[in-house]
């Protein structure tokens, strides 16, 4: 009877620390993997279009330090997927290298470290776009466009179990993965221990996001799942923290459309008839879960493009009067924009805080608070023009001309009296999958051993 | 008549994926849960109206059991994260869910 034991320190790791005395009770707990997520593309497109990390590096080194040195005192594999945020090469070359850098500081004897990159080349997404067999758009997308294509910088593939699987029977103590499923990254490790598929994309489910998963709520807490014979337990580490029916059950619906289906490469984990049993006060024992093989793997693409520089102006309003013909005063300054730059390719952004700044169409209130901050971006080719548009944008609602106001001496209140650059603006270009004959294809692998 | 807020133990919105954003009302009580699900105050129809959006953006409305909790997931215009989106992980867009009125008389 199969027996697998994993720990899952942090959910997303790198975005904010992991919490240190719920991890020990969890490495005391006598895991066979210690393994975590490092990516999400909850972060926007900016990270991956620039290939820069949204997470400090020292918050990444002060985990990755954590989960390497107590792994290695314990003797088992730790397993990382997407890397530095994004899973980019860049980000896998970074966290190797800290990764050495840590086993050099701490004197750490020798160890196999195997490594995966994402990356996919334009060139290799251009022959299946427009082919029989094209790039499939997710979530009411298109097929991808060769002029979408093109608009793109940068593309990711997101990793199911396979190249994690490879690096373990190729004996690795230490995976560092590119863009990967979150659930994969601990699937690998269980199937690799002989789970069934149905288990380890369980498990692999239920520990993504490490105590998102146990009640009451605080992240960053170290969760112990577990597949023994048939079904998986999940426990939580934190003496104050439970995994409990309602807290897993609730956890398979959490980031997604609906509750009941994960796809990765490779198939599908169907949740539909899964059992909950609270076994202990901190533990909850889930069966019933379903795999379901794809008749052909088709790798899920994310992609981001460049739509320009991007600058950030700040201005707020006070008089009644204005603020109720808002509208109005933004026309103005658009305008005010419009015929200076013309027919240029640039783009202006109002988020008009007090009145729809956080949903914007979707506010059901429509009466405006007593003060309103507008936060004005300005996107265009280049910096210069970037920051003149922003610049243009923003001072414009100063001198906007509404027929009554009282006051004719500025029409709104600045904090500052400047433009801010902010990071370029990306957008989503792909989001889409591509079908591929050989699961590791996209994921070429590499050993290297660490240590004196 | 008691708001939602006062029956659910969670309600939030977070990103599903780059174009979507999905929305979780959880209760901890069977049968408050069956009392809001059988009041019709949560129905993909009441869920446009309330968000001043067609029914075609609506992508799923799930009632889902296990957890005792009901889900919509709703299309955005613009993929997470484009300059200009306020929201960048979808996760301050259930407010107006908080207020939604339940007769707990019946």
């Known amino acids: 009877m199969s027996s697998i034991k994993i720990i899952c320190p942090?959910?997303?790791?790198?975005?904010?620390?992991?919490?240190?005395?719920?991890?020990?009770?969890?490495?005391?707990?006598?895991?066979?993997?210690?393994?975590?997520?490092s990516g999400s593309d909850d972060i926007g497109p900016v990270p991956l279009g620039s290939d820069t990390c949204t997470s400090p590096e020292a918050w990444q080194r002060q985990d990755l330090e954590a989960m390497l040195l107590a792994?290695?005192?314990?003797?088992?594999?730790?397993?990382?997927?997407?890397?530095?945020?994004?899973?980019?090469?860049?980000?896998?070359?970074?966290?190797v290298e800290l990764i050495r850098e840590i086993a050099s500081e701490h004197g750490l004897t020798p160890f196999k470290l195997g490594y995966f990159y994402s990356e996919v080349e334009k060139e290799r997404v251009r022959k299946a776009v427009g082919s029989s067999n094209p790039v499939l758009g997710l979530d009411g997308r298109d097929a991808l466009s060769e002029a979408e294509?093109?608009?793109?910088?940068?593309?990711?593939?997101?990793?199911?179990?396979?190249?994690?699987?490879?690096?373990?029977?190729?004996?690795?103590?230490?995976?560092?993965?590119?863009?990967?499923?979150?659930?994969?990254?601990?699937?690998?490790?269980?199937?690799?221990?002989?789970?069934?598929?149905?288990?380890?994309?369980?498990?692999?489910?239920?520990?993504?996001?490490?105590?998102?998963?146990?009640?009451?709520?605080?992240?960053?807490?170290?969760?112990?799942?577990?597949v023994a014979g048939s079904g998986v337990t999940v426990t939580a580490m934190h003496p104050d923290q439970r995994c409990t029916i309602a807290s897993v059950s609730g956890h398979a619906m959490y980031e997604r459309s609906n509750p009941y289906d994960e796809f990765v490469a490779g198939g599908r984990l169907d949740m539909r008839n899964c059992h909950y049993e609270q076994i202990d006060a901190r533990t909850t024992k889930v069966t019933g879960q379903r795999f379901e093989p794809a008749e052909?793997?088709?790798?899920?693409?994310?992609?981001?493009?460049?739509?320009?520089?991007?600058?950030?102006?700040?201005a707020s309003v006070r008089d009644p009067y204005t603020i109720a013909n808002i509208d109005q005063v933004i026309a103005w300054a658009k305008q005010q924009t419009a015929e200076r730059f013309g027919n240029s390719p640039y783009e202006l952004f109002y988020n008009v805080f007090g009145k729809n700044g956080v949903m914007g169409e979707l506010e059901p209130v429509k009466v405006p608070a007593h003060e309103l901050c507008i936060v004005v971006q300005g996107v265009a080719p280049t910096v210069e023009m970037a920051e003149e548009v922003c610049m243009t944008g923003t001072r414009q609602l100063f001198y906007a001309r509404l027929p009554e106001v009282k006051g004719t001496a500025g029409g709104v209140a600045f904090v500052l009296d400047e433009v801010l650059k902010a990071s370029p603006a990306y957008r989503w270009t792909v989001n889409h999958t591509l079908a591929v004959d050989d699961p590791l294809e996209l994921f070429p692998t590499h050993t290297v051993t660490i240590g004196v | 008549m008691k708001k939602l807020s006062e029956l659910a133990k969670t309600i939030r919105s977070k990103?599903?994926?780059?174009d979507k954003i999905t929305?979780?009302?959880?209760?901890?009580?069977?049968?408050?849960?069956?009392?809001?699900?059988?009041?019709?105050?949560?129905?993909?129809?009441?869920?446009?109206?309330?968000?001043?959006i067609d029914q075609s953006r609506i992508a799923e409305f799930v009632e889902y059991d296990p957890a005792c909790a009901i889900k919509f997931t709703i299309y955005r215009l613009r993929p997470s994260g484009s300059a200009g989106d306020p929201d960048i992980f979808g996760a301050q867009q259930y407010a107006p869910l908080l207020d939604i009125e339940v007769d707990i008389s019946a």
Do not use: Q, W
Not at chain 1, 75 to 85: A, K, Q, T
């Open chain 2, 23 to 52: 929305f979780d009302i959880i209760f901890t009580d069977r049968a408050v849960y069956d009392h809001v699900r059988a009041s019709k105050v949560l129905t993909p129809a009441t869920v446009a109206t309330l968000y001043g």
């Open chain 1, 10 to 37: 942090n959910g997303h790791l790198g975005f904010a620390p992991l919490k240190l005395e719920s991890f020990l009770r969890g490495v005391e707990a006598g895991p066979d993997f210690i393994a975590a997520d």
């Open chain 1, 296 to 314: 052909r793997i088709r790798v899920k693409l994310e992609g981001a493009g460049k739509t320009g520089e991007r600058f950030v102006g700040i």
């Open chain 2, 15 to 18: 990103n599903a994926g780059v």
């Open chain 1, 71 to 95: 792994a290695r005192r314990i003797g088992v594999p730790m397993i990382i997927g997407s890397s530095g945020d994004t899973g980019t090469n860049s980000r896998v070359d970074r966290y």
């Open chain 1, 149 to 226: 294509l093109d608009a793109t910088e940068r593309i990711v593939a997101m990793a199911g179990v396979h190249p994690f699987m490879k690096l373990l029977d190729e004996g690795c103590d230490v995976i560092i993965g590119g863009r990967s499923s979150d659930c994969a990254i601990f699937a690998a490790a269980a199937l690799h221990r002989g789970a069934s598929e149905a288990d380890a994309y369980y498990l692999g489910k239920v520990l993504e996001c490490a105590s998102f998963c146990a009640e009451p709520y605080g992240a960053k807490e170290t969760v112990l799942g577990a």
